[in-house]
């Protein structure tokens, strides 16, 4: 233990130099690249789950221990692991078509492997970009897994359709796929701001209601003269959109049949089931909506590797950095 934590220093010196040198003040997505020259501690890592908080033990770790953890999680399936982790409550955290770029250099250094296995934490974002990753990857891989130890919600939910399984703890939650549209930009903070494409097309259905009901026309003329006819049109679109893309994926890569893809899509954009966009989908649910899924319990082999590992990059993804792509070799941080 005072070996593993004496290595703490280094990365500790190492990101204070990198961040006194970056302006936070705008959202703008770069990138602090930790290559290879980082080597994990000469000791004999275990890693057991210990009995005292894992926080108080992995904080200002360095890089070579997770991915040393990636090494001892890829000889046990014998796949090729890729961690995507974003902090779902910063603005430039989506999932973007930077991210597209970032993941094809994971996936050339380590010379393009055929199995791969993604670990994500995810919000979710931009529909396109998912479409554009998931494109890239099926180009260069034969099988395609996704392991989600927590969070991996609308588009990152998206994003878990198109592999051939999911790989769920008893932690996780998938989400609602409907999607979110810009209706303006907010006055206080000056970013885009993001409504779901339902609640827009909802609201005009409530509205008929309440002329029904006998409401004022007037106060109803009023509301609807606030709705930009252009956006329901975008909003109608995106749901479309995002539900193809469901059905497409679930038959080509998840093997499910034409009948089940489409149950399964028209569940997950059904907002008037779901409710809430940012509604918890758990691995019971996910099974029995049809999804090809795994439940990775603490009885699991992969359970204490794969735990460490989510636990740490948790800790990685802390204000300023914003995302983390991580392979066994490199580690790239995401700041704003």
Request: charged content about 25%; glycine content about 2%.
């Amino acid at each position: 233990m005072e070996k593993l934590k004496s290595t703490s220093s280094y990365l500790k010196k190492w990101v204070s130099k990198e961040i006194s040198n970056q302006n936070h003040s705008s959202p703008v997505l770069t990138t602090i690249t930790k290559c290879q020259d980082q080597q994990a501690p000469q000791l004999n890592l275990k890693f057991d789950l210990p009995s005292e908080p894992l926080f108080a033990q992995i904080e200002n770790e360095p890089d070579s221990i997770r991915r040393e953890i990636i090494q001892q999680i890829e000889q046990k399936t014998g796949r090729t692991l890729i961690v995507y982790y974003s902090n779902p409550q910063h603005p430039a955290s989506s999932i973007d078509y930077q991210d597209v770029n970032m993941f094809h250099e994971i996936l050339r250094i380590l010379d393009y492997p055929k199995h791969i296995d993604l670990m994500i934490h995810s919000g979710g974002g931009i529909i396109e970009a998912t479409e554009k990753l998931v494109k890239l990857i099926w180009s260069k891989v034969e099988s395609f897994r996704v392991i989600v130890m927590e969070f991996a919600k609308s588009a990152a939910t998206s994003l878990s359709l198109a592999s051939n399984q999911i790989l769920m703890s008893f932690m996780s939650e998938l989400g609602p796929i409907d999607p979110l549209i810009q209706v303006g930009i907010d006055p206080q903070t000056k970013k885009p701001e993001f409504r779901p494409a339902w609640s827009y097309i909802h609201a005009i259905d409530i509205l008929e209601t309440e002329l029904k009901n006998n409401r004022d026309p007037r106060i109803v003329v009023q509301l609807l003269s606030m709705m930009d006819p252009i956006k329901l049109d975008i909003a109608k679109k995106a749901i479309n959109y995002s539900k193809t893309l469901a059905e497409e994926w679930l038959v080509k890569y998840m093997g499910l049949s034409a009948d089940t893809a489409k149950t399964i899509a028209d569940e997950l954009c059904d907002a008037s089931k779901l409710l809430s966009h940012g509604r918890v989908i758990s691995y019971e649910e996910a099974k029995e909506l049809g999804l090809k899924v795994e439940k990775i319990d603490t009885n699991h082999e992969l359970w204490p590797l794969l735990y460490q590992l989510h636990m740490r990059a948790l800790q990685v993804i802390r204000p300023p950095v914003v995302k983390l792509f991580e392979c066994r070799t490199q580690t790239v941080r995401g700041s704003a």
